[in-house]
């Protein structure tokens, strides 16, 4: 059964740092890997989606890279702003024929401190 | 399209009571999801349907919840009858399979029993 751990649990950094979030999962054999922004009491945003073919993917200030055979994922941030503090989640896709669900990790919980 | 629609946003019910929610996934979209989120346990895969078909339920709390997609634009979870513990955020994501893109998630339906 897949497990997603994410590291650290909660982050607090003054704004303009840039900021690397970690994502571990124990079943190398994922379909892709997905983050997720979730604003309080809000749905899930998805920020960036990694293939299992691809090594990394970048959106504006965020980029985000996939190993897969030491099964781990990280989120970079560069020069947060205020505006980036919420939870970013990260979720394994099963590789079941690509038709499993995902796997989430319990998240990071990041505030920017004006 | 105007993404993942989830009703209602919020439902209390007093314990016993049927509870229904309701999704309707992207048009288009061949895979749905139902996530519960709670804080202790995060995101949860309860079910998952593939061309409205029921993939995986073994997520499904107990036998008090089903799940039913009797078309491409429609699914519900309920739940009865309801208890103080399914207090939680649900909810719905769909996804174009094979091809392995991103999921989209509604923003949810709080649901407290009391």
């Known amino acids: 059964k897949q497990e997603v751990t994410q590291i650290p649990a909660a982050l607090s950094v003054p704004e303009g740092e840039n900021l690397v979030l970690n994502c571990s999962f124990t079943d190398s054999a994922i379909y892709n890997l997905q983050w997720f922004r979730q604003d309080p009491g809000k749905g899930l945003t998805s920020l960036l989606l990694?293939?299992?073919?691809?090594r990394e993917q970048t959106s504006g200030r965020l980029n985000a890279s996939l190993d897969k055979s030491s099964g781990r994922s990280t989120l970079y941030i560069a020069a947060s702003q205020p505006g980036d503090s919420a939870t970013y989640l990260c979720?394994?896709?099963?590789?079941?024929?690509?038709?499993?669900?995902?796997?989430f990790g319990k998240g990071t919980h990041l505030i920017i401190q004006p | 399209d105007a993404g993942v629609i989830q009703s209602p946003r919020h439902e209390v019910t007093e314990m016993g009571q049927e509870v229904t929610l309701r999704c309707k996934p992207i048009?288009?979209?061949?895979?749905l999801f139902w996530y519960r989120q709670t804080m202790m346990r995060g995101l949860e895969l309860l079910i998952y349907?593939?061309?409205?078909?029921?993939?995986?339920d073994s997520g499904m709390p107990e036998d008090r919840f089903s799940a039913k997609m009797p078309n491409a634009s429609f699914s519900t979870l309920k739940i009865q009858p309801s208890e103080p513990r399914d207090s939680a955020v649900y909810f719905c994501?769909?996804?174009?399979?094979?091809?392995?893109?991103?999921?989209?998630f509604g923003q949810g339906t709080r649901l407290t029993v009391v």
């Open positions: 048009s288009g979209h061949n895979s």
């Open positions: 990694i293939q299992s073919s691809q």
């Open positions: 979720a394994a896709g099963g590789s079941g024929g690509g038709a499993d669900g995902l796997t």
């Open positions: 349907f593939n061309n409205n078909v029921p993939i995986d």
């Open positions: 994501a769909s996804i174009l399979r094979p091809m392995g893109t991103e999921a989209f």
